[in-house]
């Protein structure tokens, strides 16, 4: 399994922009599918974007045109570039590791971003 870290959250105000890292572990992490996934207090844990091992991405109707996910194989990184931030983007960001279909082996530790009206 690679081990996955988070780092990047925080407190902004709305319309702002946080730029999410997760530094994965291993020599095989652009095998790997990545994804993004949220969590909101009392929400289920929803998937935000996944990048595949080809550079395909994918995104929820709710951050298109908002977030960018990609990944850097050299780096064994993989971001998520947040822009225009709401309030109802707040909640607990987790890294992904996985199948392109996202099937998921590894969950990062998650970072918090909130977004202050």
């Known amino acids: 399994q690679v081990q996955l870290v988070e780092s990047g959250g925080g407190l902004v105000q709305a319309g702002g922009s946080l730029r999410l890292s997760c530094a994965a572990s291993g020599r095989t992490f652009s095998s790997y599918g990545m994804g993004w996934f949220r969590q909101a207090p009392g929400k289920q844990r929803e998937l935000v974007a996944r990048?595949?091992?080809?550079?395909?991405?994918n995104y929820a109707d709710s951050v298109k045109g908002r977030f960018t996910i990609s990944r850097d194989n050299a780096k064994n990184t993989v971001y998520l570039q947040m822009n225009s931030l709401k309030p109802e983007d707040t909640a607990v960001y987790y890294c992904?590791?996985?199948?392109?279909?996202?099937?998921?082996?590894?969950w990062g530790q998650g970072t918090q971003v909130t977004v202050s009206s």
């Open positions: 992904a590791a996985g199948t392109n279909n996202m099937n998921i082996g590894s």
């Open positions: 990048i595949t091992s080809g550079g395909s991405t």
